[in-house]
């Protein structure tokens, strides 16, 4: 029998080392088997870092420790951006095991980022409890490695100011950090502005920012609207912050892609365009409601009623195009392509606000409006606010009593959809949308 292997009670030859429990069960069942799946290689790969300087059985031991961090959060996996887009990446999700269990410092946090490559760090959530310094070594090390390209600090309630500062210049500075997301955070004013002002200098190569459920007021969503104007960012959620009242002006300033000066020609440009449009600029024209419905209902038309529908459509497309032309001249500023505000209060003096953006906007692609409490009125000011706007592709009104019992704003919203070159993609699930309404949008 070699030197370098010892019999035990079961009679079977093993390596010296795995005389006794827990390394036995291990060199049984695990040493030296092909290895499968991303999180058990990865924990393979971390006890293999942990036990340089130790024994083997002592990491054996708090291996159970490891799995349970693993559990929580620590694992690699393939993720979808949750702005919806279909692209997946291999991803890192950290968790408290990282600062818990490891005590990482800045530089070990450094080289543990180096060494993963190109990740998203997230699972930082709550549980982690980080405060200002670790929040501060995680931003320098993040910096250093060139390699994390989204990042999650939510729901961290011990980070101050001092804290976000970094956060800010991370932002400024970084040029792979592609996604943030800050939900889950009631900061102050001062907080906000040390991470969103940085945005605003041009620098920063940001795309999505996530903000929500963090209580923003008007004076925070001016540092949004500023960094949104000034910056690449291209989506924004600001999910679950009740705003309502006094909020849909600051919204509307993050739809402005173009600079303030510019505000009295567009003025001008609608004045002449929009304003003066005749009460009849309708695909029905003076056509009574009721007639409407019935024709619908029952396929019964009036003679020569489609051709004039034709021509009133194309009258539509008409002055929305010398609208959009008149816009051109205007120099663009922004990037803004998704702008989600669902599950807040916006009511229909909001919406009739927003609309008047979304009139004057040429960037946005993606609007979620879901769950506030729009009523067929506001809908209204959308869908005429709509005929004007050429780039929207998806508007989501789920949750919002928009749908009926009356029908203005469906009918509006009919239009809108015959003559939107792009809009492809209308959600309007428990709207209160009754069976006339649903043969409105059907036609």
């Given at each position: 029998?070699?030197?370098?292997?010892?019999?035990?009670?079961?009679?079977?030859?093993?390596?010296?080392?795995?005389?006794?429990?827990?390394?036995?069960?291990?060199?049984?069942?695990?040493?030296?088997?092909?290895?499968a799946g991303d999180t058990?290689?990865?924990?393979?790969?971390?006890?293999?870092?942990?036990?340089?300087?130790?024994?083997?059985?002592?990491?054996?031991?708090?291996?159970?420790?490891?799995?349970?961090?693993?559990?929580?959060?620590?694992?690699?996996?393939?993720?979808?951006?949750?702005?919806?887009?279909?692209?997946?990446?291999?991803?890192?999700?950290?968790?408290p095991f990282f600062f818990?269990?490891?005590?990482?410092?800045?530089?070990?946090?450094?080289?543990?980022?180096?060494?993963?490559?190109?990740?998203?760090?997230?699972?930082?959530?709550?549980?982690?409890?980080?405060?200002?310094?670790?929040?501060?070594?995680?931003?320098?090390?993040?910096?250093?490695?060139?390699?994390?390209?989204?990042?999650?600090?939510?729901?961290?309630?011990?980070?101050?100011?001092?804290?976000?500062?970094?956060?800010?210049?991370?932002?400024?500075?970084?040029?792979?950090?592609?996604?943030?997301?800050?939900?889950?955070?009631?900061?102050?004013?001062?907080?906000?502005?040390?991470?969103?002002?940085?945005?605003?200098?041009?620098?920063?190569?940001?795309?999505?920012?996530?903000?929500?459920?963090?209580?923003?007021?008007?004076?925070?969503?001016?540092?949004?609207?500023?960094?949104?104007?000034?910056?690449?960012?291209?989506?924004?959620?600001?999910?679950?912050?009740?705003?309502?009242?006094?909020?849909?002006?600051?919204?509307?300033?993050?739809?402005?892609?173009?600079?303030?000066?510019?505000?009295?020609?567009?003025?001008?440009?609608?004045?002449?365009?929009?304003?003066?449009?005749?009460?009849?600029?309708?695909?029905?024209?003076?056509?009574?409601?009721?007639?409407?419905?019935?024709?619908?209902?029952?396929?019964?038309?009036?003679?020569?009623?489609?051709?004039?529908?034709?021509?009133?459509?194309?009258?539509?497309?008409?002055?929305?195009?010398?609208?959009?032309?008149?816009?051109?001249?205007?120099?663009?500023?922004?990037?803004?392509?998704?702008?989600?505000?669902?599950?807040?209060?916006?009511?229909?003096?909001?919406?009739?606000?927003?609309?008047?953006?979304?009139?004057?906007?040429?960037?946005?692609?993606?609007?979620?409006?879901?769950?506030?409490?729009?009523?067929?009125?506001?809908?209204?000011?959308?869908?005429?606010?709509?005929?004007?706007?050429?780039?929207?592709?998806?508007?989501?009104?789920?949750?919002?009593?928009?749908?009926?019992?009356?029908?203005?704003?469906?009918?509006?919203?009919?239009?809108?959809?015959?003559?939107?070159?792009r809009l492809k993609r209308?959600?309007?699930?428990?709207?209160?949308?009754?069976?006339?309404?649903?043969?409105?949008?059907?036609?």
């Amino acid at each position: 029998m070699p030197d370098d292997t010892i019999t035990i009670a079961d009679g079977r030859a093993r390596c010296l080392w795995a005389a006794r429990e827990p390394e036995t069960t291990y060199h049984d069942t695990e040493w030296g088997f092909p290895i499968a799946g991303d999180t058990a290689l990865f924990e393979r790969v971390c006890l293999e870092g942990f036990q340089v300087g130790l024994s083997w059985r002592l990491i054996l031991q708090k291996r159970d420790a490891l799995r349970e961090a693993l559990a929580r959060g620590v694992k690699v996996s393939l993720i979808v951006d949750g702005f919806g887009s279909d692209a997946t990446d291999e991803s890192v999700l950290l968790s408290p095991f990282f600062f818990d269990l490891l005590h990482l410092d800045g530089e070990d946090l450094l080289d543990l980022l180096r060494v993963l490559g190109p990740l998203t760090v997230e699972g930082l959530e709550g549980r982690s409890r980080l405060d200002t310094d670790a929040v501060r070594a995680l931003a320098a090390a993040v910096f250093a490695s060139h390699s994390v390209h989204t990042l999650s600090l939510a729901d961290n309630p011990g980070i101050q100011t001092r804290g976000w500062r970094a956060v800010g210049a991370l932002v400024q500075d970084d040029r792979v950090l592609r996604h943030l997301d800050l939900s889950h955070h009631a900061l102050s004013t001062s907080s906000w502005r040390a991470v969103l002002s940085p945005l605003t200098r041009g620098h920063s190569t940001l795309q999505s920012l996530r903000l929500d459920h963090s209580a923003l007021r008007p004076a925070h969503l001016e540092c949004v609207a500023e960094a949104v104007r000034a910056s690449s960012l291209q989506h924004v959620s600001l999910r679950h912050n009740g705003l309502g009242d006094g909020s849909a002006p600051r919204l509307s300033r993050m739809l402005m892609d173009w600079d303030e000066h510019a505000r009295p020609a567009i003025e001008d440009i609608e004045r002449v365009g929009v304003v003066t449009v005749p009460a009849t600029d309708d695909l029905y024209g003076d056509e009574s409601e009721l007639h409407v419905i019935a024709s619908l209902l029952h396929g019964h038309d009036a003679p020569h009623a489609p051709s004039r529908r034709h021509e009133r459509r194309e009258a539509i497309i008409a002055r929305a195009q010398a609208f959009q032309h008149a816009l051109s001249d205007i120099p663009a500023r922004g990037h803004l392509l998704t702008l989600d505000l669902r599950g807040n209060a916006l009511h229909d003096a909001d919406a009739a606000i927003l609309a008047t953006a979304l009139r004057r906007n040429r960037t946005l692609r993606v609007c979620s409006l879901a769950d506030n409490h729009i009523t067929p009125h506001g809908l209204a000011c959308i869908a005429d606010a709509l005929r004007y706007n050429t780039t929207l592709e998806t508007l989501d009104l789920s949750g919002n009593p928009c749908g009926g019992p009356a029908l203005d704003g469906v009918l509006r919203l009919r239009v809108a959809l015959a003559v939107h070159p792009r809009l492809k993609r209308v959600v309007f699930a428990d709207t209160q949308l009754a069976a006339e309404g649903a043969l409105v949008l059907a036609e």
